[in-house]
């Protein structure tokens, strides 16, 4: 009884190897992917175009409150009391407006930046489902891979696919 257990053993053991040997696995940078297929590029740019004007708006507003403030700073001791509280509280004005549209403007630009990776990665995976069929493979991984080794790479080959897919 226990030689059967034995041989049976090693008979699944030798039989699991084999189908391991014969089967084709790849592997595919994501973030890669993301970054340098001309899509990702073409997301990041729209991105910067649409709010290019709020971010320029934010920076001069920045700007305004720092001249603000080294003005209060310079000329603190010249001014009156009244003066010095009202531009005190001009100032603390300026920053909390500030603030509200700074952090508007990170909670828009994280929206729109999630509905756009979101489109992307559908087509991104779309794209590496159809490839992995079509070349044969049993196995893509895509993400949490220690070590892959540049036999199993087939990043720049689904960039290439990618790229010519609009």
Excluded: C, W
Excluded at 91 to 117: M, Q, T, V
Excluded at 153 to 163: A, F, H, P, S, Y
Aim: no cysteine; aromatic share 6%.
């Amino acid at each position: 009884m226990q030689r059967i257990t034995i041989l049976l053993s090693i008979l699944l053991i030798s039989t699991t190897s084999v189908v391991y040997a014969e089967s084709k696995i790849g592997y595919v940078n994501f973030g890669q992917l993301m970054e340098k297929s001309q899509q990702g590029q073409a997301v990041r740019k729209a991105l910067e175009s649409e709010f290019s004007s709020r971010d320029k708006q934010l920076g001069a507003s920045r700007d305004a409150i720092l001249k603000l403030e080294e003005k209060l700073k310079n000329d603190r001791s010249i001014m009156s009391e009244s003066n010095r509280v009202q531009l005190e509280k001009d100032i603390h004005s300026k920053k909390r407006d500030h603030n509200r549209l700074r952090d508007e403007y990170r909670e828009d630009i994280n929206i729109r930046r999630n509905e756009e990776i979101g489109a992307l990665q559908k087509k991104v995976y779309e794209v590496i489902k159809k490839f992995s069929q079509e070349k044969s493979y049993d196995l893509v991984l895509t993400q949490a891979v220690l070590y892959a080794s540049p036999q199993v790479d087939i990043t720049d080959q689904v960039l290439q696919r990618l790229n010519s897919s609009k």
